[in-house]
């Protein structure tokens, strides 16, 4: 999935508050898939791309597999062979269907799935009505809430990837935001050193990676206040970033030999233009840099003199500052700049996923759930980098400050930027 997994914890909240949040969450899903046709809601591109109509049926198995068949007496499932279909990576409850050949699903088709939704929903509301303030069952609701948000982000920027093989280069919708205006200078912020406290303090919902609190050694830095501009990374490309093995990685360096890259996801050759989803467009200079990977992100930042932050120099930094930013919720789905604004820092939240220099791995204590909806944490806990801060596809009351998304580095089809760190 890439996306940080569907274990966590919740403190308990009202009916009334989760039966909103529940209905929100799945009106929502099937709002962004509104724009689709049955067709587009049926490809896969590449491994790493799930159909549609696959993220709509998946998560609706979530709540059927972890709630309905085990806390709703006399459940009917909708379809004994969907458990099997649309399961993702579950392997304590059984086989699943092969992730790169979801694509080739061509049923159930869309109007079945909608159906098993409406089925879902139904059961779900009356479990709410009946245990959504179980100290045990409410937080499982809502867990399955947030997942589903995590999905919600895939939904765009796979149906983005789907989109961009097309010919035709189809626009998803026509909405963009206004070009950026120039920003200032970047400017380095010394960071707070010493020891700190890191990760989720127990207040609200939280996946369990994000804990347990720790303390952590920060060593003298400072923090880029902005993000990086596209027109900054042609600068790199145009200097020969993607000609210079001294600025790479060795595995950095392979991939890019292999994999020909010589710019980022989705632009085009002549570096004036970039597929969006509301189509092809001219590429904005100042808007951040987005679909660039970890050893895109690390060469970048060699090559300007610098490096990236550890997830700790960031959230230690981004605690102090709103999380606000350019998110799902602005209906644009691009990423916008830094706006007029007087702050310390902008962009840390939306816009773009952050690289960081940190390996994905455990927090000090850590203890992946029991049971099977704690599969998806511990075991993911190697070769891939942490990310922070959301882009402007997620959803902006699904982000905060300790959450930890996580993808391998050659990874490029999400919205994922840079920002620089340095050493002090």
Known sequence: MGITRETGQAAVTSSAALMARYRAVRKQSEALAAPLSAEDMTVQTMPDVSPTKWHLAHTTWFFERFLLQEQLP???????GF??????????????????DRGLISRPGVEEIMAWRRHVDTAMEALIEQGGEDEKLGPLILLGTHHEQQHQELILTDIKHVLSANPLRPAYHERTPGRAAMPGPIEFIAGSEGIHELGFDGGG??????GPRHR??????????????NAEYRDFIRDGGYRDPALWLSDGWATVQQAGWDRPFYWDEELESEFTLAGQRALDPYAPVSHVSFYEADAFARWAGHRLPTEAEWEVTAREQPTEGHFVDSGFYHPGGT??????????????????ASPYAPYPGFRAAAGAVGEYNGKFMCNQMVLRGGSCVTPADHIRVTYRNFFYPPSRWQFTGIRLAKDL
């Not at 952590?216 to 990086?228: D, F, S, V, W």
Request: proline residues 5%; charged residues 15%.
């Open 74 to 80: 006399g459940y009917r499932v909708f379809h004994p």
């Open 83 to 100: 458990d099997y279909l649309f399961n993702s990576y579950y392997f304590t409850l059984g086989q699943m269907y092969q992730r790169p």
């Open 205 to 210: 919902f939280a996946f369990d990676n994000e």
């Open 216 to 229: 952590t050694l920060l060593q003298p830095h400072a923090i880029a206040n902005r993000l990086i501009t």
């Open 339 to 356: 706006g007029q604004q007087q702050r310390r820092f902008y962009q840390l939240f939306g816009d773009v996923w952050e690289w960081t």
